[in-house]
């Protein structure tokens, strides 16, 4: 069971192309505030260098080849040197820039940094929080043995300024592998991650286990004693770690995964309110509704037809930058 895949995909994680920076030093500095943007943020360097800074942290050097992951609501500078003055992103030129395919430019002379923002968004449903249990930054360093993630960075920067047969096709495809290789090479890295978030539980074996469980038979009747068992742990023990790692006990994890996957099959799916009952544990539709109503405020009909008729997450970045 691939549990990192599981969750994006249940939370209706996308992600679409924001706006592309070519940048030149040359003629002195340049910089750009960005605090209006959907979603995750990841800025990807494919060329050159810049520096990042964030309320919570100092400026950071950025090198050709890093990714930068920055969870919702992140106010962010991107400077040519530290401390650079940074103007505000002019949000109808980068919704122009976008429409049509080209960049924005910043600074005069040769361009010598170029920068791709992908803007990742979840179904606003999803009560497991992906993207905003993120860490306040998320660098990986081209050095960082993510060689992978390079070879990315490079294919996505090369069909962007080079544009081939099926690029959009392709493109697609990259802007998934670039969040999966960023979250693998940054979590490959840590020696410890924050608590209360998935990423703490992913992290911790006993926990990971245990959530493996679950998501492989979401539809049996978990317990704290039964899921202990079948990973070999004292309950006490997976009690303890369970809840230090992602906050909640087992049953509530259990609870709210499964109306996370019911929620994303009736929004993904045709299949019928009895075959998805079954399938998260639940003997009969009325059972099952009277769940899902209490997690997600409205019966299960609803939320599909809103889904259906309003799409669970907008395309359109509108004037973000």
Do not use: K
Request: charged share 20%; proline share 5%; glycine share 10%.
């Amino acid at each position: 069971m691939d549990l990192l895949a599981d969750l994006l995909r249940v939370a209706g994680v996308t992600g679409s192309i924001g706006t592309r920076i070519e940048a030149s030093g040359a003629a002195g500095s340049w910089g750009v505030r960005l605090d209006r943007y959907p979603g995750a943020a990841v800025h990807a360097v494919t060329e050159g260098s810049a520096w990042l800074t964030t309320s919570s942290r100092p400026p950071r050097r950025l090198e050709s080849g890093d990714v930068v992951l920055l969870p919702p609501g992140t106010v962010h500078e991107l400077t040519s040197r530290p401390w650079a003055s940074a103007a505000s992103c002019d949000r109808a030129a980068a919704a122009r820039a976008r429409e049509v395919g080209d960049v924005v430019r910043l600074g005069i002379g040769p361009v010598d940094t170029r920068i791709v923002t992908v803007h990742y968004l979840q179904d606003p449903g999803a009560r497991t929080r992906v993207l905003t249990a993120l860490p306040d930054v998320v660098h990986v360093g081209a050095g960082a043995g993510a060689g992978h993630l390079q070879d990315t960075v490079r294919i996505l920067g090369r069909e962007l300024t080079e544009p081939g047969m099926a690029s959009s096709v392709l493109l697609d495809r990259m802007i998934d592998v670039l969040l999966v290789q960023s979250l693998r090479a940054w979590a490959a890295a840590q020696t410890a991650t924050q608590p209360g978030s998935w990423l703490a539980g992913l992290g911790d074996p006993v926990v990971s286990a245990a959530l493996t469980l679950i998501h492989q038979a979401p539809e049996r009747a978990w317990t704290a004693e039964n899921l202990a068992t079948g990973i070999a742990v004292s309950r006490a023990t997976l009690a303890r770690r369970f809840t230090a790692a992602l906050d909640m006990s087992p049953t509530a994890y259990l609870l709210r995964w499964r109306m996370d996957l019911a929620a994303a099959r009736l929004r993904d799916t045709d299949e019928p309110q009895q075959s998805i009952a079954r399938a998260v544990g639940y003997a009969s539709v009325h059972a099952f509704s009277r769940a899902f109503s209490r997690a997600h405020d409205e019966a299960p009909g609803r939320f599909r037809d809103r889904h259906r008729r309003t799409g669970v997450v907008a395309g359109d970045l509108g004037d973000a930058c």
